[in-house]
């Protein structure tokens, strides 16, 4: 039935000409391309965008209908996309999605990689990672405000507020990961990133997310001593597997201050490159003996977290970024592998429960004067915020846009309805040239459950409740998403969470309006009853204040 076709190069769509039947349609499709832009995704020909093999589309074949599909459309129409591929399309009505997508789910028995895997060869399947097969990937600057925040955190609890005199070691310089360095010396601390792959590293010295590279631990050292010694902020990318260069730093006894990962570690075959094994190497091993590479990989992981504890033991501070890692490194026999917390108990988790996290929005036009301009609207809306404008002062200076220009913002309960509704207005008077897509991470307040990650170590203990990532869903659906996404497996893996997407657009329509109103309230209000109903004070207290509905929260 499928033909192959050869991959293509796809690069972001900009300007207002339309070739589908409306600018929902249209800004899916956008959405779509910029995914795959070279500049946005790390590999584009094998339509990867990022997180080991996070992808956009199941295959090339897939990937034309979804176009074609796309583009024909109609304005009360909705397309249903399973695992990366087109599969129906339904008449719907104007105000409910257009596209509505289910990456990755497996039913639980069987949710686990060795499943995955089969299914994936078979063209049954698609990793979606969260933002890669949801169409709202924005490249490294999707990450870095949360990275950065998560940073500022750490140098509020441990060093009065900065990290500068301090040197970070971490590791993965990918997607994701390569938003590490520009966090740590936004924080005006020195980062030491090591990476195997030396086009990651020149990537992320292209994006201006790294200062400077080498491929020797003695210069690398020799540079971050110097920089802290000077309180300098700097970030090196050194060429090296974690595995065996963390332990070689032990070794030496160079004091470390921050230890923490973003190697692919959620994904043991595609994403983590065993020790001792060059690239190339590592590239044939996992086509040959798949199993033997991830027995591999997952036996130097456990080494890695080893050298991470150790640190921890010589007194550094040691945090899960988010990859899985200490699973892994448990199951390995590390029986200590939980020793040190995850990032979002340790620093993000009173954010979620104000409803805060990764709103970010994208000039469908591809013109950087509607950033500026939305940027300008932000600071006047919420003039109050200094954290939001600080953060706003240093993207303006330091982020370079990868593919359609846009903007990541950590807004919470009421202030991303406010902002939505702004951005909207803007369209509708020409003060921003084309719609604007709105949307967000997975890695949100009230949309995933990972026991080893967003939702680790839960006051009451429901870590593992999957309910509350489909009921954001369900009511982003309802409340009328452009297109509402469930996936499992982003961030860390098969078995390991369950999490939704949503994305609504602004076309400065009245249509557009109502559906931004109901959705950027209901999807943040989400993370504020989440956190609520497991009997977090912030939360209680913000669902009272500011007025969400919780049927038996007690006076
Ligand atoms: P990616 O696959 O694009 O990049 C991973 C990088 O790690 C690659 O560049 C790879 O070459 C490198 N790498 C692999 N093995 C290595 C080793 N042994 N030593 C050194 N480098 C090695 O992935 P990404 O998008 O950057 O995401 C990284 C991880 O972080 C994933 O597990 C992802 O799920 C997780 N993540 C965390 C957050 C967060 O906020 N904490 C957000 C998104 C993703």
Redesign the pocket.
């Known amino acids: 039935m499928s033909r192959k076709i050869a991959a293509r190069k796809i690069t972001a769509k900009k300007g207002l000409e339309l070739e589908c039947k409306g600018w929902e349609q249209e800004a899916a499709l956008r959405m779509l391309y910029n995914n795959l832009d070279p500049e946005v995704a790390?590999r584009p020909e094998d339509l990867v965008v990022?997180?080991?093999i996070g992808k956009a589309a199941r295959n090339w074949e897939a990937f034309e209908a979804i176009e074609e599909t796309l583009r024909t459309l109609e304005k009360d129409e909705t397309m249903l996309i399973q695992s990366g591929k087109p599969v129906a399309v339904f008449r719907t009505h104007e105000e409910a999605p257009r596209v509505l997508l289910s990456n990755s789910v497996l039913v639980p028995k069987w949710a686990n990689w060795d499943h995955f895997n089969e299914l994936d060869k078979k063209g049954l399947m698609m990793y979606g990672?969260?933002t890669a097969g949801s169409w709202i990937y924005i490249g490294s600057q999707g990450?870095v405000q949360?990275?950065y925040e998560t940073f500022a955190e750490l140098a509020n609890q441990n060093y009065d507020g900065t990290l500068r005199g301090t040197i970070t070691l971490t590791?993965?310089?990918?997607?994701?990961?390569?938003a590490q360095p520009l966090a740590v010396t936004m924080n005006e601390g020195v980062a030491i990133c090591?990476?195997?792959?030396p086009t990651?590293i020149q990537k992320r010295i292209d994006t201006r997310y790294l200062d400077t590279k080498t491929d020797s631990l003695d210069e690398a050292l020799r540079m971050a001593e110097k920089a802290r010694d000077n309180g300098e902020a700097l970030s090196i990318g050194l060429l090296?597997?974690?595995?065996e260069v963390h332990h070689e730093i032990l070794r030496r006894k160079f004091k470390i201050d921050v230890v923490t990962d973003?190697?692919?570690?959620?994904d043991p075959l595609n994403?983590?490159?065993p020790?001792g094994y060059s690239l190339e190497e590592a590239v044939k091993l996992r086509e040959l003996d798949p199993k033997e590479y991830v027995r591999l990989s997952s036996r130097?992981m456990a080494s890695?977290v080893e050298a991470m504890l150790e640190f921890q033991k010589n007194g550094s501070i040691v945090f899960d970024?988010?990859?899985?890692i200490r699973q892994v490194a448990f199951d390995e026999g590390v029986d200590n592998a939980f020793d040190f917390p995850g990032?979002v108990p340790a620093y993000i988790r009173p954010l979620f429960c104000e409803g805060k996290g990764p709103f970010r929005f994208v000039a469908l036009s591809g013109d950087s004067k509607d950033i500026e301009a939305a940027d300008r609207k932000m600071r006047e809306l919420f003039p109050e915020n200094e954290k939001l404008l600080r953060w706003l002062d240093m993207a303006q200076e330091k982020i370079a846009f990868q593919g359609l220009p846009a903007r990541i913002a950590w807004l919470g309960y009421g202030e991303r309805a406010k902002m939505g509704l702004a951005l909207n207005e803007m369209v509708a008077s020409g003060e921003i040239s084309a719609p604007v897509v709105i949307g967000r991470d997975h890695?949100d307040s009230g949309s995933v459950a990972s026991p080893n990650r967003e939702t680790e170590s839960m006051k009451d203990g429901s870590d593992a409740v999957g309910d509350w990532a489909i009921l954001n869903a369900l009511v982003n659906t309802a409340a009328g998403g452009s297109w509402i996404s469930v996936h499992h497996g982003?961030?860390?893996g098969m078995g390991y969470s369950l999490h939704a997407g949503m994305v609504v657009v602004a076309d400065g329509t009245e249509n557009a309006q109502r559906r931004l109103e109901r959705v950027l309230t209901s999807d943040p209000g989400m993370g504020v009853a989440r956190h609520a109903d497991a009997g977090y004070d912030i939360a209680i207290d913000t669902a009272k204040e500011r007025g969400v509905n919780i049927p038996m929260l007690k006076e």
């Open positions: 790390e990022y997180g080991g990672q969260m990450i949360g990275t590791a993965g310089l990918g997607g994701m990961g390569g090591v990476e195997v792959d990651r090296g597997n974690a595995a973003q190697t692919s570690a959620h994403g983590y490159v020790e130097s890695h970024y988010g990859n899985n990032f890695l982003g961030g860390v």
